[in-house]
Each structure stands twice: as C-alpha cells, then as structure tokens.
C-alpha cells in the first residue's frame, strides 16, 4: 500500500452500509365504483383513483394532512373520505367532476367514514366522540347535526355496509385491533344486521337487532368475522373471516338459507379492507402475502375478485408521485458546532453540527466562493457522531457513530460517496488516529485498551492495556498530538489527552508517563 493510501483503500473489505433499496408501493383501503370498472385507494396519505385493470394511478388529493377509507357515491360523481386536514379527522366529500372538498363532520372526535345511504344524501361514520366506544352516526349532506344510530357503552362498532334496498345496515362489533386474528372466546368479532333507521325504543322489539354471524348463531365462529359486504340483490353477504386455519379468507353467507361458504382460499398472508360494488359482481381488496409468480417474496397489493368466476388476482397499479415533503433542505446555522477538523491539505474542513458531520471548503470567504454550493452531508439522522480525522491524502474521514448503541468507528470516502463500518462489537470506541502512512487506525476500545486496526489485513490488534482516564470526554484526542514515525506511537499529556496512569504508594514516582512504543516490537521508551 502506497503512502498515498485511500480512506476506500484502508476499508475496501470493511461492511459497506447500504443505503435501503426502493420498495413497492404500500396501496391501502381500497373501493371500487359502483360500475366496477375504477377503484380508489389511498397511497402515502392521499387518495389516488385508477382503472380496474390497473395501469397509472391519478391523485386526486394533494394537501400536507393524511387521508384515508375512500368511499365512492351510489352514483359514482363523489368520494367520501377521512382527513385530519382540520383535526383529528372529518369527513369529507370530494366531486369526482372537479371542485372543492367539502367538510360533512365537525367534532373533535377520530370519525371513519364507512358507506353512503342508497339515496346518496347522508354518510355512515362511526366515532368515538362520547368517549365510551365507538359508535354509528349518521351525517346528512346538506348539513344538520349527525344522528347517533347505534351505540353500546364500551363497545366498539365498526364495518357499517348499507343495505342495497336501504332498509338495513351490517355492522362488526370489534372486541380486538383489526390486525389480530385467530380464534378468541374472549373477544369475538361478530356481524350484526339493523334497521337503517332505528325505531322508536316503544316499537324496538319490532324490529330487532340481529346477531347473524359469529358465535350463537349459524354460522358460528369465536374469531374474526369483519367487513360485512352486501352483494347487488341483497342475497348475500360477504364478510372476511379466519375460520379456516386462522388464514384470513373472504366467505359468503346466503341470508335466506344461513349457509356459509368460502369464497378464497389463501393459505398464508392476510385479506383486508374488502369493498364491492354497487352494481357489478367485483370485490377489491387489500392482499398481503406471497407473490403469485415468486412463491419466497413478501409483498403487499391491491386484488380484485370477480364473483361470476371467483377468481382472484392482483391488480398492476403505478403510482407517480412527488413526496410532499422535500427531503433535502437548507439551513443556516450560527452555532451549534462541538468540533471541526481541517483537512491535510488545508483546502477541506469537517465538522459536527448537532451530532452530524458535515464537510466543506476551508476557504469560503467571498460570495464567489460561496456559489461553490452549501456544505456536504456526510451523516444524517438522529444519531450522534464524533472524532473526525481525515486521511493523509485528504480523500475521507474517519470518525466514531453511536447509531448502533455504542460508538463504532466509519470510515467515509469522498469520491465514491459511501461509508464503510471498521468496528462492530460492543465495546465503545473513542479517538481514531490515523499513522502517517495511512495504514493503521489507532483507537481506545472501553476504558483501559488501545488497539489497532491495519487496513490491509483488515485485522484489529490490542496495543497496549492501562488505566486510560478521560478517554470519554476527549472529543477524539487522547491518544497523541500526532505520530512523529509510523513505526512508533507516543501517548503524550497534552492538552485534553488521555494519560496512561500508574498507580503507586511511592511519592517520588511520577502519577503519569509519556510512551513511545513501536508498533512491530512493541519496545517502549518511557519519560516522565
């Protein structure tokens, strides 16, 4: 190795760090149109419409709030939604035909909105605005204070579907988060059909609120049964359960007849977020599980299922988009700096401002100078780094991360642009030297070791073993002022190092030594 050694040359074989690879798109909540024929879906917080064969998607929302559970219009001309764009969340209703958004809910209260009347003139939500469950309101269009159609004290209702005459409404009662599953005598999620308008508490034994699946009833199962879903004559219902295996699968349940019967037949992953349409035999839904043409990938996409054949498959969808935040931004700091150090050549310099390390030229003096552009990130995030030391070559940098728990020592090179992990064990590291020819790293390992990392062999070596005090407060220079040899390291008393202290009774001998040792021999020259 030449002295002109790299900071990518001494680490060539060290663990790069990666930076994570592109996922898919997490497509979530979806909802088809009444015709089948397009569907919604919410992606990154915002509402976005498509065919039903899929193809690219078309944002329709683009405010900075989140946005969630689209719901289309018996018509199709309007998409219902929750947004926390004016609080916790409200519904609102955007006009497919252009337009603004309008507000239908007003509380301070979480409000999910779930299905639109048959007429197109109220919304189903539910919320837990009385703070003793969550309950079913209904909210007109042209504005009047939302009705409370069902509620028990404690008791969480959720999943409202309008029935396709408007006589009714099937709902879950949710005992458990809706990501849990397998069977549970404890807490059961059963499907309940009411009257869509409830009566008068004289005339409610009438028209009874009835329990149609789940536990006591026939169709019978102590476990996940959500998502009730009307079929177009109001025959059938479809509903989502784990009866099979505790393996998530959508089942239907002939209300004439009271017979159930499984529809897909999955056997890992999960289905969720299930809608149909109006007016046309198509479920979509939410599909985590292995790919059909990769059977050892995880992934998760939007399915559509087709009732005339049930048959299911996923949906090819495409989503441009622009990230509402830019992640890349300037800013002028005035103070805020713990260290700086100046490259070898005296044209660079690194610092650390508030726990990120940041380089630049060491000659910005003149607003020519500063069209050079801003500083140069080299680290980013919530963790703390420190112990800046820059080649011999002035290419990159070595310092100590504290991301993983303790510090660790990286190495960074300017020219490719990638960052190189020299230590991994528990042990906190602190000071990184750099030899003169570049080809070891000196650095305290805990308290009382200095060891020794040579950039060929990629080997770590211990030094010399003491009492190394103050190793933790130095701010990356205990160990010396500087190697005079490579072949020899001194561990002096200068100002803000580490001391190799000798413990002793005899008041004439020194407290402390400077060392001077070399690195093959280990042979020591000790002055007091």
Not at 236 to 253: A, K, P
């Amino acid at each position: 190795m030449s002295n002109d050694t790299s900071v990518q040359q001494l680490s060539r074989d060290a663990k790069r760090i990666h930076p994570p690879e592109n996922g898919l798109p997490y497509l979530r909540t979806p909802t088809v149109a009444p015709d089948g024929r397009s569907l919604a879906f919410m992606y990154a917080y915002d509402i976005w419409l498509v065919g039903i064969d899929g193809g690219t998607a078309e944002r329709l929302t683009g405010h900075p709030a989140s946005h969630t559970a689209p719901r289309f219009s018996p018509d199709g001309t309007r998409l219902a939604f929750t947004t926390s764009r004016s609080g916790r969340g409200d519904v609102y209703v955007l006009p497919l035909t252009g337009g603004a958004a309008q507000r239908i809910t007003y509380t301070d209260a979480y409000s999910i909105t779930q299905d639109w009347s048959v007429d197109g003139q109220h919304i189903y939500y539910t919320s837990s605005y009385q703070q003793q469950g969550r309950m079913i309101y209904q909210a007109a269009l042209a504005g009047a204070t939302p009705v409370l159609l069902y509620g028990e004290p404690y008791e969480d209702m959720g999943y409202v579907a309008a029935a396709p005459d408007g006589t009714r409404l099937a709902f879950a009662t949710l005992r458990r988060p809706w990501w849990r599953r397998g069977p549970d005598p404890f807490g059961p999620s059963d499907i309940w059909l009411a009257p869509a308008t409830p009566p008068p508490a004289a005339n409610a034994e009438r028209h009874p609120i009835q329990k149609l699946i789940g536990s006591g009833t026939a169709a019978p199962y102590t476990g996940l049964n959500v998502w009730p879903l009307w079929s177009a004559d109001g025959q059938q219902l479809y509903f989502v359960s784990d009866r099979n295996d505790g393996i998530e699968n959508i089942w239907c349940y002939e209300l004439e007849s009271g017979t159930v019967r499984q529809i897909t037949h999955f056997r890992d992953g999960r289905v969720l977020w299930p809608a149909i349409a109006c007016n046309a035999p198509v479920i979509v839904f939410e599909r985590h599980g292995t790919a059909p043409d990769d059977p050892h990938s995880y992934r998760t996409d939007l399915w559509r299922l087709d009732l005339t054949t049930e048959a299911a498959a996923p949906i090819p969808i495409v989503v441009r988009t622009d990230p509402k935040f830019t992640p890349v931004y300037v800013e002028g700091r005035s103070r805020g700096f713990s260290e700086y150090a100046l490259s070898g050549d005296g044209k660079k310099i690194a610092y650390v401002s508030r726990g990120n390390i940041f380089a630049d030229f060491a000659d910005k003096d003149t607003d020519r100078e500063r069209r050079q552009g801003d500083s140069f990130p080299v680290t980013g995030g919530p963790s703390r780094e420190m112990g800046i030391e820059w080649s011999r070559e002035s290419r990159g940098i070595i310092y100590l991360s504290d991301r993983h728990g303790e510090n660790e020592m990286y190495a960074y090179d300017f020219q490719s642009r990638t960052e190189y992990r020299l230590t991994n064990d528990s042990a906190p590291k602190y000071a990184p030297r750099l030899s003169p020819d570049g080809k070891w790293v000196a650095y305290i390992r805990g308290h009382n070791e200095l060891y020794l990392f040579h950039g060929e062999t990629q080997t770590h070596r211990l030094f010399a073993r003491a009492t190394l005090s103050g190793a933790s407060r130095s701010r990356g220079r205990p160990i010396a002022a500087g190697w005079p040899f490579s072949r020899w390291m001194p561990a002096s008393l200068a100002t803000c190092m580490c001391r190799l202290s000798m413990k002793t009774s005899h008041a004439r001998l020194p407290s402390s030594v400077t060392c001077l040792a070399t690195i093959c021999s280990g042979r020591q020259m000790v002055n007091s």
